[in-house]
């Protein structure tokens, strides 16, 4: 099964700053068949269902701010957000769908300094 | 508007069986591969498996430790998605929601059902 380990465990940004969180893969998630990685990231709020944020590391999904980025590839990625505002307090998941099982990060939790 | 919902949650015992529901609209069922993922209480995720549209066979994938014990079916002509769960165990209690796939991405989300695993 590929690992996804995200880092750190937990985040405090001040309202305003960049936020950035690490997610790595024990193998690569790079498709050779269409050269996309195969990465997703959530954004999960106390109580409700995961919300998808990007797919294919970098492509937002409809309706997400744009302070939201993905980036990286094959094994290193990240997931930035450009300036804190205080509704993205929640815990964000990486997902790779390159192999079944798909897997997910532990989770960061992220909140405001 | 996409809407997904679970039912069927509740108390079991150890070696107990649950069967689960998912009810979908709003998108066209018949081509969609359909997820059950789970969520253990203060815990991330972990994906329990998918079953594939018709069109690609309608076949199933599970995680390692459900294999065996808990299967995936669908019915196109009610656009509802089952987990039959068996042999429960313990470490089995979790919200479980019903998700859509998208090329192994996942892009909505029911609300989820608790399930207790517990004597």
């Known amino acids: 099964d590929i690992v996804m380990t995200q880092s750190p465990d937990s985040l405090a940004v001040s309202l305003g700053e960049r936020a950035t969180i690490n997610c790595k893969s024990s193998?690569?998630?790079?498709?050779?068949?269409?050269?996309?990685?195969?990465l997703a990231w959530y954004q999960q709020k106390p109580g409700q269902p995961p919300k998808p944020l990007i797919y294919?590391?970098?492509t937002r999904e409809s309706g997400v701010p744009d302070r939201f980025s993905g980036s990286g590839s094959g094994t290193d990625f990240t997931l930035t957000i450009s300036s804190l505002q205080a509704e993205d307090v929640a815990v964000y998941y990486c997902q790779q769908y390159y192999n079944i099982p798909y897997t997910f990060g532990q989770g960061t939790k992220l909140e405001i300094k | 508007e996409v809407q997904l919902v679970e039912s069927g949650g509740g108390l079991v015992k150890p070696g107990g069986s649950l069967r689960l529901s998912c009810a979908a609209s709003g998108f066209t069922f018949t081509n969609a591969w359909m997820s059950w993922i789970r969520q253990a209480p203060g815990k991330g995720l972990e994906w329990v498996g998918h079953?594939?549209?018709?069109?690609?066979?309608?076949?199933?994938d599970y995680v390692g430790p459900v294999k065996g014990r808990f299967t995936i079916s669908r019915d196109d002509s009610k656009n509802t998605v089952d987990l039959q769960m068996s042999s429960m165990e313990t470490e089995d209690t979790a919200v479980y929601f019903c998700v859509t796939e998208y090329y192994g991405a996942f892009n909505f989300w029911g609300r989820g059902t608790l399930v207790i695993v517990s004597s």
């Open positions: 079953i594939k549209s018709k069109t690609h066979g309608g076949t199933t």
């Open positions: 294919w590391a970098s």
């Open positions: 193998q690569s998630v790079l498709s050779r068949s269409n050269n996309k990685n195969q």
